[in-house]
């Protein structure tokens, strides 16, 4: 109460203010839920049985997968991309003439590359899908480019030597096969490392691991 008896009353605040605070909420609150949404694609993978987590190929990486796959011949014909990302590898593969496809486990990173291809006009040539690489037929594919983690690599090299065409080739980055695939070309720099496998030397190897367990056999 003042010196001269009035009594000052708090005014209720404004329509407008009003209105302005529950747009500063409802932007929080879709700022909030988009940052959630985007992030969970990143986070899931840690929750699976195999953790294949997004990380960009480096220009370098790109250079040195389709130098390799110019030294094999395989410059032309089909690709494919187990691990998508963001369609980097597929994009450049659409460029250079080749019909390349991606597939791809995270939504925004699919959606990502089909706007990107659409946005450089090149969707004929470049395809994303939201698949499990596990699941997808790999039969039609003259090469296949891998960024895998070591734990998925030997169930990989069973699905690729079943599937892959009799002489397909596979690029691995980042990590190389088990041993009983040996690679038949390599470029080693460091983390931009990339390996060249061919399917009729994966089909040799198994084949001379079989003889030499018969003659173990006989051996007994």
């Not at 003439?97 to 597939?103: D, K």
């Not at 450089?120 to 891998?146: C, E, M």
């Not at 070309?185 to 061919?198: A, F, H, M, Q, R």
Request: hydrophobic share 40%; aromatic share 8%; charged share 25%.
């Amino acid at each position: 109460m003042a010196n001269n008896g009035t009594v000052h009353v708090n005014k209720a605040p404004s329509k407008s203010r009003l209105k302005g605070g529950l747009i500063i909420v409802g932007i929080s609150g879709a700022v909030i839920g988009g940052l959630y949404a985007v992030a969970t694609p990143f986070v899931l993978p840690a929750f699976r049985k195999i953790c294949l987590p997004y990380i960009p190929a480096t220009e370098k990486q790109v250079t040195n997968v389709f130098k390799m796959l110019q030294n094999s011949g395989k410059a032309k014909g089909s690709l494919v991309d187990l691990g998508s990302g963001d369609g980097r590898i597929v994009l450049e593969a659409a460029k250079m003439g080749l019909q390349a496809t991606g597939y791809e486990l995270n939504p925004w990173l699919v959606w990502y590359s089909k706007l990107t291809a659409r946005l450089q006009g090149l969707q004929p040539k470049a395809a994303f899908y939201r698949r499990d690489l596990w699941k997808v037929d790999l039969t039609r594919y003259d090469s296949a480019v891998v960024f895998g983690v070591p734990q998925m690599m030997p169930k990989l090299q069973e699905k690729l030597e079943k599937e892959l065409k009799d002489d397909g080739v596979v690029i691995a980055c980042r990590f190389p096969f088990p041993d009983n695939w040996e690679p038949a070309d390599s470029i080693d720099e460091g983390i931009d490392t990339v390996w060249l496998y061919k399917k009729q030397q994966a089909g040799a190897s198994a084949g001379d691991r079989s003889c030499s367990e018969q003659e173990g056999e006989r051996e007994r």
